[in-house]
């Protein structure tokens, strides 16, 4: 079947207005439909599990964030692609912070950084550097939090502002402990 032919461009593009409106079960709802389409591009799958997870994790859905954002940088791993196992071992670390286990939250906020390294994505690199340092900065790791402040600022782009805003929370969050 032909890509153009397939509603999952339009299912993504409700589900993206849906969880802009914080509609999140929605949201969810509609990815999921997208992702059940056939013939859809890795790249699209990739993005759509990613944007379903934000939705997830604002609900606080963490075991099936868990298992989802899991089994995605898994098979970001067999694609070969870096930059998706970052960013879905960043989102996942993140999202999994409220629910505890913070040693487990740290060692993918660590996965995320090593995947970030090898994507060679500036972004990638501060979102995963920024992860940590607040995973770090709960486990009462100040030094190891500032390195990862430094190391996020070294690599933000002028054009990266939610990069901007990670590491300014970030700072901000170190100067208050």
């Not at 791993?77 to 913070?102: C, E, F």
Request: proline share 5%; hydrophobic share 50%; aromatic share 2%.
């Amino acid at each position: 079947m032909n890509a153009s032919l397939s509603p999952w461009p339009q299912l993504r593009q409700a589900a993206d207005k849906a969880r802009l409106a914080s509609l999140h079960e929605q949201a969810i709802h509609l990815y999921t439909q997208a992702l059940e389409q056939p013939a859809i591009p890795w790249e699209a799958v990739a993005a759509i599990s990613l944007a379903r997870a934000e939705s997830r994790s604002r609900l606080g859905h963490f075991s099936t964030l868990d298992a989802e954002l899991s089994h995605l940088a898994q098979h970001a791993r067999t694609q070969s692609d870096p930059a998706v196992a970052a960013d879905a071992l960043a989102l996942l670390a993140a999202g999994l912070r409220p629910a505890g286990n913070l040693q487990r939250c740290r060692t993918l906020a660590e996965e995320a950084v090593l995947a970030a390294s090898t994507a060679q994505q500036p972004r990638l690199d501060v979102l995963a550097q920024a992860v940590l340092g607040l995973i770090q900065i709960e486990q009462g790791d100040g030094a190891a939090a500032r390195r990862c402040l430094a190391q996020a600022q070294a690599r933000l782009a002028g054009d990266d502002l939610p990069g901007l805003l990670r590491t300014l929370n970030l700072q901000g969050i170190i100067a208050l402990r």
